[in-house]
C-alpha cells in the first residue's frame, strides 16, 4: 500500500503559479513511477504529467508543456507539480497517484491515488 496527501492547491489570477506537492508513506516511494492527474467539474479525469522512478524522464499532456514541471525527490518521498502561466482551463481538482508503467496516460495504470488538491484559476 501507498498513502498519497497532496497539498499547495488554492485560488490564483490568470497568469500565476502554484507549486502543487504530494507527499508518500507506505511501500517504498521510489519503485513508482508518479504522475498528476485533473478533474474539472463535469469532466473525467484526465492525465497532465509523469515523472519515472528515477526523476530522469518526464511526460507531459500538450495543453501544459512549456508550464508545468514534474519533479520528485526520492530522499522526502514527494514529488511536485510546478504550475506556472495558469490559465483558468487550469481549474481543477489535481490528484497524484502512484504506478508501475511510465509513458502511459491511463487512469487504469495507476494504482494508488491522493484524495486531491483544489485548484482555481480566476480570469
Known amino acids: 500500500q501507498v498513502q498519497l496527501v497532496e497539498s499547495g492547491g488554492g485560488l490564483v489570477q490568470a497568469g500565476g503559479s502554484l507549486r502543487l506537492s504530494c507527499a508518500a508513506s507506505?511501500?517504498?516511494?521510489?519503485?513508482?513511477?508518479m504522475g498528476w492527474f485533473r478533474q474539472a467539474p463535469g469532466k473525467e479525469r484526465e492525465f497532465v504529467a509523469a515523472?519515472?522512478?528515477?526523476?530522469?524522464?518526464?511526460y507531459y499532456t500538450d495543453s501544459v508543456k512549456g508550464r508545468f514541471t514534474i519533479s520528485r525527490d526520492n530522499a522526502k518521498n514527494t514529488v511536485y507539480l510546478q504550475m506556472n502561466s495558469l490559465k483558468p482551463e487550469d481549474t481543477a481538482v489535481y490528484y497524484c497517484?502512484?504506478?508501475?508503467?511510465?509513458?502511459?496516460?491511463?487512469?487504469?495504470?495507476?494504482?494508488?491515488w491522493g484524495q486531491g488538491t483544489k485548484v482555481s484559476v480566476s480570469s
Open positions: 515523472v519515472d522512478t528515477s526523476g530522469i524522464s518526464t
Open positions: 507506505g511501500r517504498t516511494f521510489s519503485w513508482y513511477v
Open positions: 497517484a502512484a504506478g508501475v508503467v511510465f509513458g502511459t496516460r491511463l487512469v487504469k495504470s495507476y494504482d494508488y
